[in-house]
Protein backbone atom coordinates (compact mmCIF):
# COMPACT_ATOMS: atom_id res chain seq x y z
CA UNK A 1 0.00 0.00 0.00
CA UNK A 2 1.17 3.47 -0.94
CA UNK A 3 0.21 6.61 0.99
CA UNK A 4 0.21 10.34 -0.53
CA UNK A 5 0.71 13.46 1.79
CA UNK A 6 -0.63 16.50 0.03
CA UNK A 7 0.62 20.35 1.55
CA UNK A 8 0.75 23.45 0.41
CA UNK A 9 -2.83 24.88 -0.67
CA UNK A 10 -4.52 27.95 1.02
CA UNK A 11 -5.56 31.06 0.41
CA UNK A 12 -3.75 33.72 -1.95
CA UNK A 13 -4.48 37.05 -3.87
CA UNK A 14 -4.68 36.95 -7.41
CA UNK A 15 -1.16 37.43 -8.64
CA UNK A 16 0.38 35.32 -5.92
CA UNK A 17 2.06 32.34 -5.32
CA UNK A 18 1.85 28.90 -3.73
CA UNK A 19 3.64 25.48 -3.88
CA UNK A 20 2.11 22.52 -3.25
CA UNK A 21 3.88 19.74 -1.91
CA UNK A 22 3.00 15.48 -2.15
CA UNK A 23 4.73 13.50 -0.37
CA UNK A 24 4.58 9.28 -1.24
CA UNK A 25 5.27 6.66 1.44
CA UNK A 26 4.92 2.78 1.68
CA UNK A 27 5.21 -0.29 -0.49
CA UNK A 28 7.56 1.45 -3.04
CA UNK A 29 9.73 0.10 -5.63
CA UNK A 30 10.18 2.88 -8.20
CA UNK A 31 7.61 5.61 -9.30
CA UNK A 32 6.85 6.01 -12.86
CA UNK A 33 4.76 9.38 -13.42
CA UNK A 34 4.49 11.77 -10.42
CA UNK A 35 1.62 14.57 -11.54
CA UNK A 36 -1.15 16.91 -10.22
CA UNK A 37 -4.67 17.04 -11.62
CA UNK A 38 -7.37 19.36 -10.25
CA UNK A 39 -11.09 19.60 -9.94
CA UNK A 40 -12.78 23.33 -9.75
CA UNK A 41 -16.26 24.26 -7.97
CA UNK A 42 -19.13 22.69 -10.90
CA UNK A 43 -16.30 21.12 -13.06
CA UNK A 44 -14.23 17.45 -14.04
CA UNK A 45 -11.28 16.97 -13.14
CA UNK A 46 -8.57 18.06 -15.22
CA UNK A 47 -4.81 17.30 -15.85
CA UNK A 48 -2.11 20.12 -14.82
CA UNK A 49 1.14 18.66 -15.07
CA UNK A 50 3.49 15.42 -14.84
CA UNK A 51 6.99 14.64 -14.49
CA UNK A 52 8.08 11.25 -15.50
CA UNK A 53 10.60 9.14 -14.22
CA UNK A 54 13.09 10.22 -17.10
CA UNK A 55 12.92 13.54 -16.05
CA UNK A 56 10.71 15.17 -19.03
CA UNK A 57 7.72 17.30 -17.72
CA UNK A 58 4.17 18.14 -19.66
CA UNK A 59 1.62 21.08 -19.11
CA UNK A 60 -1.81 21.63 -19.67
CA UNK A 61 -2.01 24.85 -21.86
CA UNK A 62 -3.42 26.80 -18.71
CA UNK A 63 -0.31 26.84 -16.93
CA UNK A 64 2.28 26.86 -19.02
CA UNK A 65 4.49 29.66 -18.05
CA UNK A 66 3.17 29.84 -15.01
CA UNK A 67 3.28 27.02 -13.00
CA UNK A 68 6.16 24.20 -12.48
CA UNK A 69 6.28 20.59 -11.81
CA UNK A 70 9.55 19.07 -9.74
CA UNK A 71 10.39 16.03 -7.98
CA UNK A 72 13.00 14.88 -5.49
CA UNK A 73 12.96 11.38 -6.28
CA UNK A 74 15.21 10.53 -3.17
CA UNK A 75 12.19 11.86 -1.19
CA UNK A 76 9.22 10.42 -3.59
CA UNK A 77 8.23 13.86 -3.55
CA UNK A 78 6.71 15.74 -6.57
CA UNK A 79 6.16 20.08 -5.86
CA UNK A 80 3.71 22.07 -8.21
CA UNK A 81 5.22 26.04 -8.08
CA UNK A 82 2.11 28.05 -8.77
CA UNK A 83 2.77 31.74 -9.57
CA UNK A 84 0.57 34.49 -11.32
CA UNK A 85 -2.05 32.97 -9.92
CA UNK A 86 -5.91 34.01 -11.52
CA UNK A 87 -9.29 33.26 -9.66
CA UNK A 88 -9.85 30.30 -12.63
CA UNK A 89 -7.08 28.21 -11.05
CA UNK A 90 -9.37 27.99 -7.91
CA UNK A 91 -9.46 24.40 -7.19
CA UNK A 92 -8.79 20.96 -5.42
CA UNK A 93 -5.48 20.25 -6.55
CA UNK A 94 -5.35 16.14 -6.48
CA UNK A 95 -1.43 14.85 -6.80
CA UNK A 96 -1.32 11.41 -9.02
CA UNK A 97 1.02 8.63 -8.83
CA UNK A 98 2.10 5.80 -10.87
CA UNK A 99 3.74 3.37 -8.63
CA UNK A 100 6.07 0.04 -9.57
CA UNK A 101 5.90 -2.16 -6.59
CA UNK A 102 8.42 -4.74 -5.00
CA UNK A 103 7.74 -7.00 -7.91
CA UNK A 104 9.23 -4.76 -10.14
CA UNK A 105 7.44 -4.69 -12.75
CA UNK A 106 3.70 -4.37 -11.30
CA UNK A 107 2.21 -0.74 -11.57
CA UNK A 108 -0.65 0.78 -9.84
CA UNK A 109 -1.61 4.46 -9.60
CA UNK A 110 -2.45 6.33 -6.48
CA UNK A 111 -4.15 9.54 -5.81
CA UNK A 112 -3.58 12.06 -3.00
CA UNK A 113 -6.36 13.62 -0.71
CA UNK A 114 -6.14 17.05 -2.22
CA UNK A 115 -5.82 20.37 -1.28
CA UNK A 116 -7.78 23.49 -1.87
CA UNK A 117 -6.53 26.71 -3.52
CA UNK A 118 -8.44 29.94 -4.11
CA UNK A 119 -7.36 32.38 -5.75
CA UNK A 120 -9.23 35.59 -4.65
CA UNK A 121 -9.81 38.59 -6.95
Known amino acids: QVQLVESGGGLVQTGGSLRLSCAAS????????MGWYRQGPGKEREFIAV???????NYADSVIGRFTISRDNAKNTVYLQMNSLKPEDTAVYYC???????????????WGQGTQVTVSS
Open 96 to 110: NVVVVDFTGWRTQEY
Open 26 to 33: GSIFSINH
Open 51 to 57: ATSGGST
